[in-house]
């Protein structure tokens, strides 16, 4: 659980950049014409549900109703201006998806260190038992395979640095290829160096596309590929290749990222989008201790 002095920091970077994004909302937005409006305004602000949904994630709670009424209403009521019901707090949870999301991507990501890991792994949203009754993700969600077998949902794809920070993310439906979001300019804007993965990333036309921007992926061989020479330096960072492992289990099973109950698509993006920012406020993250020798050779302790 967060600190006071931690909660603190984080509502007013939260609250600083919500000012922000309101002004440039205003600024850019086309107005109506319509004097009269339909809706009345929250009561609380932006910011305050954005905290409230970084806290759920990072308390260890899998339910947030009993977060919201046993903790929040009882034990952080201090915290905020004016606690609404949970029904409205539901109402208002959809309201935070984009500027949340930006301002994990502005505020919260870590910085490339020139060693980059990346990985992808499923979000379920039933069981595969229910795929053709499930109705909130028809036409969005799609089957797809990973080491654990087959899965109906999406998937989340993850690049994080040797200290655990991440670095970039995004979410995918479940059938997409692992290699897909590398293609994308937006998801490896600023990797640069080495970048780790597994066997999935293998691709002849995609080694070429990232060496050319500046990426070098270094991954493990296929029992039916011949064999290749591989410094000991990119050997030692495939066998540390556990710390993006560890990121999402950290992400399950910590901060509550997989959910099969969810009513919307809305609400199961600022669900995601809220594990991601409490993953990245924790105070201890997976990380390997990398020091460059004097003769340029990396060595991991």
């Known amino acids: 659980m967060l600190t006071d002095d931690k909660v603190t920091e984080l509502f007013c970077m939260a609250n600083n950049f919500c000012k922000f994004f309101d002004i440039m909302m205003e600024k850019y937005t086309l107005k109506s014409d319509r004097k009269r409006n339909y809706h009345r305004e929250s009561t609380l602000s932006k ?5 409230i949904m970084i806290l759920f994630h990072d308390s260890g709670y899998c339910c947030l109703k009993h977060f919201y009424l046993k903790k929040v209403c009882k034990h952080l009521q201090h915290l905020f201006s004016k606690i609404v019901s949970y029904n409205r707090f539901v109402e208002l949870k959809k309201e935070i998806s984009v500027p949340l999301a930006l301002f994990i991507k502005k505020v919260l990501l870590g910085k490339c ?6 990985d992808s792994t ?7 038992q229910r795929i053709h009754i499930h109705k909130v993700f028809k036409g969005i969600a799609q089957r797809g ?15 994080c640095n040797e200290k655990g920070e991440l670095l970039n993310f995004m979410i995918t439906p479940g059938d ?4 897909k979001p590398l293609e994308y300019k937006t998801f490896i804007k600023f990797i640069y160096g080495k970048l780790v993965a597994d066997k999935e990333y293998i691709g002849k036309n995609l080694f ?20 290749a020479l591989m410094s000991v330096s ?5 066998r540390k290749r556990d710390v993006i492992e560890t990121v999402n289990d950290e992400l399950k099973n910590i901060a509550q990222v997989e959910y099969s109950r ?23 993250k997976p990380c390997i201790n990398v020091q460059h020798t004097l003769d340029t050779q990396l060595a991991l302790f």
Not at 47 to 51: G, T
Not at 122 to 128: A, I
Not at 145 to 159: D, R, T, V
């Open 47 to 51: 910011a305050e549900i954005m905290l």
């Open 113 to 118: 260190t020139g060693i980059s890991f990346v």
């Open 122 to 128: 499923p979000l379920r949203v039933c069981r595969n």
């Open 145 to 159: 395979k990973c080491s654990m077998g087959w899965f109906f949902g999406f998937k989340l794809h993850l690049i």
């Open 176 to 179: 997409v290829d692992d290699r």
């Open 208 to 227: 070429q596309r990232l060496f050319v921007d500046g990426i070098q992926i270094v991954t493990k061989l296929k029992n039916n590929m011949k064999g």
């Open 234 to 238: 990119d050997r030692l960072l495939l």
């Open 262 to 284: 969810h009513r919307s698509f809305d609400k199961f993006i600022v669900n995601v989008l809220g594990t991601i920012a409490a993953y990245c406020m924790f105070p201890k």
